[in-house]
């Protein structure tokens, strides 16, 4: 199997973590295609072993990265404030997956099935160029929401998405409404496909049917087992024994505006303004760097975050305790096990998010810790009846669920998180990658899945109290 993504190895991002436990995992065969720095890379099977496949102009390079930050992401995520269009840099977003596309069609053996699994969309176009030219089969996971709805000004840009994706055999969504809203975009702006919604299925003008499914991604239960035996609190050259102090609620994420970071920043200092016999008694400790430097609005929202959050400290230090404390280096899944295993509450805000890995995360490690989960991650759909639902972002609504957290029994505690672990686990990343990698039943066919797409959402659930 070929298996493209954006990012590769030992890079950040949950999709290129996850991809390389899923090849750790698997049997040997598998070509993983990447970028690195200017140039496009191989890493075949268990071995590691990788090659450099081919050098891509900087400009082109460059401006596929703005092209995916400063416009596609906006407005997937349904904040169409923050998209700014540039042609030339769509231009290059076209050339790079047509650059990639055709070297990894170079490589397809004469006479011999291939297979390819795209990831994301930095490389939406890349099952166009490889159902015009081969047989191969195609399938595509997407990563992160699709809008609810676009602007008449982005529709062309995204229907040249969704035109590119339709033309895997197979596309992956994290939720049934990521689902619903690509399967309604395409009925409403691609006439020439026609949309079968009970199905779940997209009719290609040719005849033929693109399954459109509803599967989330998994974790790797091993890997975080073994973190927590191996939790360690030395962060480079930070020891968090020095300057965590309990109890304390943690969030972990980038400094990104789909994050919420300045909505829950609000929410802390709501909290404590409500809470006065709380000040010096909780902590709030922020795992967040910085994210895609260079970019205007991201660098914008990095100085926004950290210029409220020092004034915050200042408004309501008392001696040597402050609410806030700040970690902006790296941190290693071992010292993430240690703060996922001692946090009192996990606060996770997103205005929207694909899924968010770290809730999960949290879960398996936790006994007895509290999620306060906002309604608009992808992980939600799977965690609602087990923790406190942020049904918006405003401060008080924040500010309300951490006082309910920390003031939860330690037996309702444990019992919420003893389900959240069985939720958890009872979808892992190996059943993911079963049901969507298509590992073949001993019929030869596809093992179905069980979840079920429908036009029409299901009634969404606010609190789980």
């Not at 081919?54 to 092209?67: A, L």
């Not at 009872?426 to 797409?453: C, M, Q, R, T, Y």
Request: proline share 5%; net charge positive; with cysteine.
């Amino acid at each position: 199997m070929n298996i493209l993504s954006y990012r590769g190895p030992s890079t950040p991002g949950g999709v290129s973590a996850t991809l390389s436990r899923v090849i750790e995992q698997t049997s040997e065969g598998q070509n993983w295609w990447f970028l690195h720095g200017t140039g496009l890379r191989k890493r075949s099977g268990k071995q590691s072993k990788t090659e450099d496949v081919c050098q891509i102009p900087f400009k082109m390079i460059e401006g596929h990265y703005r092209y995916c930050n400063d416009f596609l992401w906006p407005i997937l995520h349904d904040l169409p404030q923050y998209a700014h269009f540039d042609a030339s840099d769509k231009l290059a977003y076209t050339q790079l997956n047509t650059s990639v596309s055709w070297n990894v069609l170079n490589s397809f053996q004469t006479g011999f099935s291939e297979r390819v699994f795209v990831n994301d969309y930095q490389l939406a176009l890349s099952p166009k160029a490889f159902r015009e030219a081969s047989s191969a089969r195609v399938d595509l996971f997407w990563h992160i929401p699709w809008p609810r709805r676009a602007e008449a000004k982005f529709v062309p840009h995204l229907a040249e998405i969704a035109d590119g994706i339709l033309q895997a055999g197979k596309i992956g969504f994290h939720t049934e409404e990521y689902t619903a809203n690509f399967l309604l975009f395409v009925d409403r702006y691609l006439t020439n496909y026609k949309v079968d919604f009970p199905s779940s299925t997209v009719l290609r003008n040719d005849g033929s049917n693109v399954v459109v499914v509803a599967h989330p991604l998994g974790l790797d239960a091993e890997f975080w087992m073994k973190k927590v035996a191996e939790e360690s609190p030395i962060c480079r050259e930070i020891d968090l024994t020095q300057i965590v102090k309990f109890p304390f609620v943690l969030s972990v994420d980038r400094a990104d505006y789909t994050k919420g970071v300045i909505q829950r920043l609000e929410g802390i200092e709501q909290f404590l303004c409500g809470n006065p016999d709380k000040i010096g008694g909780v902590t709030f400790i922020q795992i967040c760097q910085k994210s895609r430097s260079g970019l205007t609005a991201f660098d914008e929202y990095w100085r926004e975050c950290r210029s409220l959050a020092e004034t915050i400290n200042e408004r309501w230090k008392a001696g040597s305790w402050q609410p806030i404390v700040w970690v902006d280096v790296p941190i290693s899944p071992n010292v993430l096990a240690w703060l996922y295993r001692r946090a009192n509450t996990m606060l996770v805000t997103p205005v929207r998010d694909g899924l968010n890995l770290t809730a999960k995360e949290f879960s398996l490690c936790s006994e007895g810790g509290v999620l306060i989960l906002s309604a608009q991650t992808g992980a939600w759909t799977e965690l609602s009846d087990d923790v406190l639902t942020l049904p918006n972002l405003r401060r008080e609504t924040i500010a309300e669920q951490i006082s309910y957290a920390l003031a939860l029994p330690r037996k309702t505690r444990r019992e919420r998180m003893s389900r959240l672990k069985k939720t958890v686990l009872s979808n892992s990343l190996g059943h993911w990658w079963k049901n969507f990698g298509g590992e073949l039943d001993s019929a030869g066919k596809i093992i179905p899945l069980s979840v079920k797409v429908h036009h029409s959402l299901k009634k969404e659930k606010w609190f789980a109290r």
